[in-house]
């Protein structure tokens, strides 16, 4: 009978009542998204408090309530229970890519950071994406820093990945290999912008081969910062460590950079523990961005895992 009822109620409903009833339940959500923990200091001040310890209303066992949008404590039956530690890295994760989306809409797409983590270029349909090194021996001393310009064979090359038929396309910046692979325009704008000045940075350059197993008439170049920075806050980053080399980080549950121990001049350099993993200046990541490079991949620092 009751459904019955709330049927012939909605068939009543005129299209503006529907809008109002829209927006009356926007408005109540938005509201509810603001209110859970406030007095513990708000979704800012928890960021803060997981990420660096810096404490405020908010103590260990109610850092999680801003995040929630559960009834308030004082009308559960029960206390609220701490989440367990991945429920407690997916909060967290959403909570800053709120306090990204907040930064962005009032800083014009800016963010907070001083530095980008530089990743290998974005998937795109249509552009190629890269096999192996071939030709080059050791290149795992690539990943490390080590320099290679000296005796870089002249015929280093990488194939087209057999898997994407298909992509035949160029970026600024492609995906593959396992290393950074850019164009001689990227190349021009780090130079421009003075990465190389005073920091030890290499571009080896590659040749291209197609799905002909011809080679492509483009420049590309590895870039091989050598320069290593011991910036990792360990503690904070939560990182995993290599089981059988125990100085060499493997991952983390966020990455988080003690900046001011970083030369101001460094524009592009490598991290001391996890040195495959190269660091970036944001106002160099906005430079490269705004000269129109395409599919570079800056990522943020506090979602970075690896």
Request: charged letters at 30%; one cysteine or more; proline letters at 6%.
């Amino acid at each position: 009978m009751k459904k019955a009822k709330k049927a012939e109620a909605c068939k009543e409903l005129k299209g503006e009542d529907v809008v109002q009833k829209f927006k009356d339940g926007s408005e109540k959500w938005k509201g509810d998204l603001k209110a859970p923990g406030k007095k513990y200091g708000g979704t800012k001040a928890c960021l803060e408090y997981v990420l660096n310890g810096t404490k405020g209303a908010m103590d260990d066992s109610t850092w999680h309530i801003s995040f929630s949008m559960a009834v308030p404590d004082e009308n559960l039956a029960r206390p609220r229970a701490k989440p367990k530690r991945l429920v407690r890295l997916g909060l967290l994760i959403q909570a800053m890519v709120r306090e990204r989306f907040n930064q962005e809409g009032s800083q014009g797409g800016s963010m907070s950071s001083s530095f980008r983590v530089w990743d290998q270029g974005l998937y795109k349909d249509g552009v190629c994406k890269l096999g192996s090194l071939k030709g080059v021996p050791d290149t795992f001393e690539i990943h490390d820093g080590v320099s290679r310009l000296a005796g870089w064979p002249a015929d280093a090359s990488a194939p087209m990945h057999p898997r994407f038929p298909k992509d035949i396309g160029f970026a600024d910046c492609l995906r593959g290999t396992g290393f950074l692979v850019v164009s001689a325009k990227a190349k021009q704008i780090l130079e421009g912008a003075g990465v190389g000045k005073p920091e030890k940075i290499e571009y080896l350059p590659i040749k291209i081969i197609n799905h002909k197993g011809r080679v492509e008439q483009v420049e590309y170049f590895i870039v091989n910062p050598l320069d290593i920075v011991d910036c990792i806050d360990v503690e904070a980053s939560v990182v995993k460590m290599d089981p059988i080399n125990k100085s060499t980080i493997t991952s983390s549950e966020r990455l988080v950079l003690r900046e001011q121990v970083v030369p101001p001049e460094l524009k592009v350099f490598r991290l001391a523990k996890w040195p495959c993993t190269v660091i970036v200046q944001s106002k160099l990541a906005d430079t490269m961005k705004a000269a129109g490079l395409t599919l570079l991949n800056f990522r943020d620092p506090l979602i970075y895992t690896g």
